[in-house]
Structures are given as C-alpha cells and as structure tokens.
C-alpha cells in the first residue's frame, strides 16, 4: 500500500515561512519522484515543484520561484518544501504526491500517481 503523508501546515503571518514534509512509504519504484501541489479556494489545483530521487530533474513553479525551494531526505524517506515570504494568497490546502518521473508537464498536468491528504496552510495579513 501507497502512503503520501504531508505535514507541518499551519497558520503565519504574511512575511513568514513554513516547511512542509512529504513522507512516503511503498510506492511501486524505489526511485520515485515527488511533487508539490496546492488548492486554493475556489480554485483549481496548482503544480508548484517537483524533483527526482537523485535531485538530478527539479522544477519550480515561476509563481514561487524565489520563495519556494524543494529539497529531499533519502534516506528518510522524506521530501520537503521549504516556503519563505508567505502571503495571504499563499492560503490554500497543500498536496505532495509521488510518480516515477518529474517534467514540467507533469506537474502542471497533475499528473502524479499517489497522493496525500494534504495540509492546511493559512496566512494572514
């Protein structure tokens, strides 16, 4: 069984900065590549970022390139999107999900395999 868990949502002032984490645990490969997404309300899904096992494919979204910066633990198993400079429209539930390959075409087509729950992320003016 497939487990994309995010964490470390939560609410900060606009200026302010989170780390999100991605843990997953039996995907089909054991080289897979993660992604980062976000819903705003009333909106749809957005691809932010996603890198490969080795770190060799990465891709940032140009809406937050320069605030937003992806980053991976192997060894735990573990992805991270480190935020910076968050504003209110920022707000919106914040997706990690897992596919064998990371392209620009798959993130913005949300085309990943395995996702989580996704986790809250709220800033206010």
């Known amino acids: 069984e497939v487990l994309v868990v995010e964490s470390g949502g939560g609410s900060v002032q606009a200026g302010g900065v989170l780390r999100l984490s991605c843990k997953v645990s039996?995907?089909?490969?054991?080289?897979?590549?993660v992604g980062w997404f976000r819903q705003a309300p009333g909106k749809e899904r957005e691809g932010l970022s996603c890198?490969?096992?080795?770190?060799?494919?990465?891709y940032i979204a140009d809406s937050v390139k320069g605030r937003f910066t992806i980053s991976r633990d192997n060894a735990k198993s573990t992805t991270y999107l480190q935020m910076r400079n968050l504003q209110p429209e920022d707000t919106a539930i914040y997706y990690c999900?897992?596919?064998?390959?990371?392209?620009?075409?798959?993130?913005?087509?949300?085309?990943?395999?395995?996702w989580g729950q996704g986790t809250q992320v709220t800033v206010s003016s």
């Open positions: 999900a897992a596919d064998v390959y990371c392209s620009p075409n798959q993130i913005g087509g949300l085309g990943f395999a395995s």
């Open positions: 039996g995907f089909s490969v054991e080289r897979y590549s």
């Open positions: 890198i490969s096992w080795s770190g060799g494919d990465l």
